[in-house]
């Protein structure tokens, strides 16, 4: 792939080419591709303390966003924020994202709370929030005032396409995928899809690889859909996980 146009992501400061990157590629032979073709630099709640201290050096110059883990207590988040900052060698980042586990206790105000405080002491940038299930994401986008959403995208996966991503655009949200294209199929429709959620990869793009055509990817989500109906509506006030 030749055109590497960047340009802001949606609804935030960040400046993102085609794709944003795994944290992980910086800490591999990979990491002049990754410099040569800059974007957003994604680290994972999964990345290991050694990946983060041998990436971290090689993210000067490039936005970062931290993913987290859902903590047991809000209280637990500001420390563990911090102690990955400190692994990174970054006194602050461009985005802070929650993996939100429960979303009873995103509603009940204290993970967004520590969120905010950290933003407004200037350690974050955009804030965002993410889960797997089209139905919680779905939930988060209208119930939570942040900028970013991680949502489960993918050639084999399109669900959250049937509402979650329209509500997050609505309420102002920029989506990105949570896992990365499988083979160079799925990056081709990933590519494509940038539009709709920014593809994260894990390995370099091909260089004759282009994304996939409009007629193609049309023809890709009616056949999705015909075989996937959209997920239930949700109940109005409660966060899906707790529906029976």
């Known amino acids: ?27 591999s032979p990979d990491r002049d591709y990754v410099k040569a ?25 490039l936005p970062l966003l931290l993913g987290m883990a859902e903590p047991a207590f809000a209280r637990q988040l500001e420390g563990a924020v911090m102690q990955r900052l400190g692994k990174l060698g970054r006194d602050k980042i461009d985005a802070l ?21 950290l933003r407004e002491r200037g350690m974050v940038g ?11 994401a779905e939930w988060l986008s209208i119930n939570a005032a942040v900028r970013l959403l991680g949502v489960s995208y993918s050639l084999e996966n399109q669900m959250t396409r049937h509402r979650a991503l329209a509500s997050a655009s609505e309420y102002g949200m920029s989506a990105f995928a949570l896992s990365s294209p499988s083979d160079d199929q799925a990056v081709r429709f990933a590519l ?6 920014l593809p994260v990869m894990d390995r370099l793009i091909p260089t004759r690889l282009t994304p996939m055509p409009e007629d193609e990817l049309t023809q890709t ?3 999705y859909a015909q075989n996937h109906p959209p997920p239930l509506p949700l109940k109005r006030g409660r966060p899906p996980m707790l529906d029976a």
């Not at 146009?5 to 085609?18: F, S």
């Not at 630099?41 to 000067?60: K, N, R």
């Not at 494509?192 to 959620?197: G, K, M, Q, S």
């Open 37 to 61: 073709h800059p974007s957003l630099i994604v680290v994972d709640p999964s990345d290991s303390d050694e990946v983060l201290l041998q990436a971290g050096p090689h993210t000067a110059g």
């Open 126 to 136: 955009c804030l965002g929030l993410a889960h797997p299930d089209p139905n919680v």
């Open 192 to 197: 494509v899809e940038a539009r709709r959620v």
């Open 97 to 117: 994202v929650l993996h939100v586990d429960d979303p009873a206790e995103i509603k009940s105000g204290g993970m967004l709370q520590t969120m905010f405080s």
């Open 1 to 27: 792939m030749t055109d590497w146009t960047q340009q802001k992501l949606p609804h935030t400061d960040i400046t993102v080419g085609p794709c944003a990157w795994r944290l992980p590629m910086l800490a």
């Open 221 to 223: 989500w009616r056949q």
